[in-house]
């Protein structure tokens, strides 16, 4: 996992016996780039302690601390600062969205639930964020045509739904539409 050059890694130790805590910290005195605008060399505003479900340490579950700062950037207000390993409002480290991401192609979310020891309502949460940014990566330009799944179009009762979309000849793919109901 890589760590900026203006973070370090400040302990390590174990909740129990069963639970490894890695704290991260920024040296005194650090200034960090604007995550909006990436003005460089602003000042630290505050902090913001947060924590991510990391990947398991052997059989240690594993979550990283860290004092997050937020920069007051004289162009466009106070912002925090974006971590390596993680994206923005995800308590996940990018590591372990990967194998979350992972499971899914093959795994029910609650055998995934079952199997990481995390809520169900948290792993849909990521899958949805990484099909939903997976799809809007897939060029569909050249479709001329489609199939639906006969038995989905029984469930469209709102007016944007999650419909398996076959693309014939080539794979299939699932997209997001705005529909009404039949
Ligand atoms: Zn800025």
Redesign the pocket.
């Known amino acids: 996992m890589a760590i900026a050059e203006d973070l370090f890694g400040a302990a390590l130790f174990l909740d129990g016996g069963k639970k490894l805590q890695i704290w991260i910290d920024f040296h005194i005195g650090s200034r960090f780039a604007?995550p909006?605008?990436k003005?460089p060399d602003?000042e630290v505003h505050d902090i913001a302690l947060r924590t991510w479900h990391h990947l398991d340490f052997f059989e240690y579950k594993t979550h990283l601390h860290c004092r997050v700062p937020r920069v007051s950037?004289p162009?466009?207000?106070i912002?925090q600062v974006l971590v390596p390993w993680a994206r923005a409002r995800s308590g996940f480290s990018l590591l372990m969205e990967g194998l979350i991401a992972f499971f899914a192609q093959t795994m029910q979310m609650t055998q995934i639930s079952e199997k990481l020891k995390i809520p169900d309502k948290r792993i849909w949460r990521v899958v949805a964020y990484h099909v939903n940014e997976a799809l809007n990566r897939v060029d569909l330009s050249a479709v001329k045509f489609v199939g639906i799944e006969e038995t989905a179009r029984k469930k469209v009762t709102n007016t944007s739904l999650q419909l398996p979309i076959c693309y014939p000849g080539k794979s299939s793919v699932y997209a997001k539409v705005k529909t009404r109901p039949f």
């Open positions: 604007c909006q605008c003005k602003c950037c162009d466009c207000g912002h």
